[in-house]
C-alpha cells in the first residue's frame, strides 16, 4: 500500500514563525498535493506539485509556499505563520487515486 | 473555485437505520469520488464512480453517479457504530488535465447505538 507520511501529528507555533511542514510519500508518484480542512468548509486546496521542482497554486495559496526537491517529498511552508493559519493539513499523493497522509494539527497562538 | 454542495451537513442516526447523503455541482463532473474520514485521520477513499448513471457498492455503501452528471448520492445500509465520521465528496476539476480534486464540505454522520 502507498503510505503518505506527515512528519507531525500536532504542532504549535507561535504568530510569525516559519513554519514547515513535511510530507513523504513512499511510491514514486509525481503528484502531490497540501490541502487545508476547517469545519464547515471541507478540503480546500494550498499548492500542488506534479514533478519535482514544479508548483501550482491551488484555490487559498496566500501566506504559503511549497517546495519540491525531491520527488518523494513535498514540504508546505508558512513563511510567517498567523492565527488564521491554525487548521489541520492534509497531505496527499497521486497516482491512479489519491492517497491522504493522517494530517498535522497545526496551532498558531 | 468550483464548489460542490453536500447535504445535510450532518445526521444523527440510530444503529440500524439506513443513511442517504447526496452532493450537487453546477458543472459536470466525469468523476465522482467518496471518501470517509475518521476522526484524527486522513479521507480514504470508498467508493469511485466513471460513468453516468453507475451504481456501484462496496459493502453496505452504495454510491451513484447522477444522469445529468451534476450529482451524486451515497446511501450506507444498516449502520453501525463504525460508520462515524465525515464523508466528502470529491471530483477532479476542471475536467481537461491533469487536475485535482475539489471536495464538499462534508457530511458528519453520528450513529447512535
Known amino acids: 500500500d502507498v503510505k503518505v507520511t506527515q512528519s507531525s501529528r500536532y504542532l504549535v507555533k507561535r504568530t510569525g514563525e516559519k513554519v514547515f511542514l513535511e510530507c513523504v510519500q513512499d511510491m514514486d508518484h509525481e503528484n502531490m498535493f497540501w490541502y487545508r480542512q476547517d469545519p464547515g468548509l471541507g478540503l480546500r486546496l494550498i499548492y500542488f506539485?506534479?514533478?519535482?521542482?514544479?508548483?501550482e497554486k491551488g484555490d487559498i495559496p496566500e501566506g504559503y509556499s511549497v517546495s519540491r526537491e525531491k520527488k518523494e517529498r513535498f514540504s508546505l511552508i508558512l513563511e510567517s505563520a498567523s492565527t488564521n493559519q491554525t487548521s489541520m493539513y492534509l497531505c496527499a499523493s497521486k497516482d491512479y487515486g489519491y492517497t491522504f497522509g493522517s494530517g498535522t494539527r497545526l496551532t498558531v497562538v | 473555485g468550483q464548489q460542490l454542495n453536500q447535504s445535510p451537513q450532518s445526521m444523527f442516526i440510530q444503529e440500524g437505520e439506513d443513511v442517504s447523503m447526496n452532493c450537487t455541482s453546477s458543472?459536470?463532473?466525469?468523476?465522482w469520488l467518496w471518501y470517509k474520514q475518521d476522526p484524527g485521520e486522513g479521507p480514504v477513499l470508498l467508493i469511485a464512480l466513471y460513468k453516468a448513471g453507475e451504481l456501484t457498492s462496496n459493502g453496505r455503501l452504495t454510491a451513484q453517479f447522477g444522469i445529468t452528471r451534476k450529482d451524486s448520492f451515497l446511501n450506507i445500509s444498516a449502520s453501525i457504530p463504525s460508520d462515524v465520521g465525515i464523508y466528502f465528496c470529491?471530483?477532479?476539476?476542471?475536467?481537461?488535465?491533469?487536475?485535482?480534486?475539489?471536495f464538499g464540505k462534508g457530511t458528519r454522520l453520528s450513529v447512535i447505538a
Open positions: 470529491a471530483g477532479p476539476f476542471p475536467l481537461s488535465g491533469n487536475t485535482p480534486l475539489v
Open positions: 506539485s506534479y514533478d519535482v521542482k514544479m508548483k
Open positions: 458543472s459536470i463532473f466525469n468523476t
